[in-house]
């Protein structure tokens, strides 16, 4: 039986390209397509809304008339979105994947909440090979340790709002914590003038770049002396990152309620 998708911020560009392959992949059945309540095309096809063929599916502000059944929602909409949709979605009992960056500490706290109704699962970047940088990420810096420098650069598309972005971020943590650092005192974000001192050690630096069409790339360089060590990866295509969500759909789906990430869908 196909899988029941609903797609949060199903006309952004993540939905889309999500709605791609459910509407023409035999294993999963677009059951709906949310969009924010005063959104222009409200009520219309979504079909018609992409450029397709008619799907028979309105474009609605919630899940309150949806049939959800059988189904998982997935979420590429705004952090004020994602707080709108999970007390609908517990009350469903509807799995829910959150591609959503940009969350805050509160945020997740509340998906934590809803978290003891119905499975839910985060993650910053939903490319199966990122989900590796992360891993490999974390066995470099428990091992290099602090004898060499990190610093992570990422870039973006010039459309994206938030910076760092959540990927980012994320490997900034892995690193700061396999090193025994607190994120949130040693990050430094970017560096300009005549520093007074050398650069610390109890710091892991952070740099944004945005511009162009860039779909994502990401590098940890772990810089020491005489040598140094770069993980990077390259997104290609937002496909990846629609495939990598409906693989985390399929496994939720089978999971008791609980808070998620995909390393527990890819088992490390």
Not at 113 to 140: C, D, H, K, Q, Y
Not at 209 to 220: A, L
Request: aromatic residues 6%; proline residues 4%; hydrophobic residues 40%.
């Amino acid at each position: 039986m196909p899988l029941g998708i609903i797609i949060i911020g199903a006309l952004g560009r993540m939905g889309k390209e999500i709605a791609e392959i459910v509407l023409t992949d035999s294993d999963f059945s677009m059951r709906g397509a949310v969009e924010y309540e005063r959104h222009p095309l409200m009520g219309k096809d979504y079909g018609s809304c992409i450029g397709k063929d008619a799907a028979n599916i309105p474009v609605t502000g919630s899940i309150a008339g949806i049939e959800c059944a059988g189904c998982v929602c997935i979420d590429f909409s705004s952090p004020a979105s994602l707080l709108r949709i999970l007390p609908a979605a517990a009350e469903k009992k509807v799995p829910v994947v959150v591609g959503t960056t940009g969350l805050s500490k509160d945020d997740i706290a509340s998906a934590h909440s809803f978290s003891s109704r119905i499975p839910i699962l985060i993650s910053p970047n939903m490319s199966l090979g990122v989900n590796i940088l992360f891993l490999l990420t974390e066995m470099a810096a428990s091992r290099l340790n602090k004898n060499y420098d990190i610093e992570i650069i990422e870039a973006h598309h010039r459309y994206k709002k938030d910076a760092p972005s959540g990927t980012a971020k994320r490997l900034g943590e892995i690193a700061a914590a396999s090193i025994g650092l607190d994120y949130e005192t040693c990050v430094k974000n970017g560096r300009k003038g005549v520093a007074s001192s050398d650069r610390s050690r109890k710091e892991v630096g952070m740099h944004a770049v945005r511009g162009g069409d860039i779909v994502g790339d990401h590098t940890v360089l772990f810089a020491g002396i005489g040598e140094r060590v770069e993980l990077r990866h390259f997104a290609h295509s937002r496909s990846i990152f629609a495939r990598g969500s409906l693989a985390a759909a399929r496994w939720l789906i089978g999971q008791p309620p609980g808070l998620y990430a995909m390393r527990d869908m890819l088992g490390f």
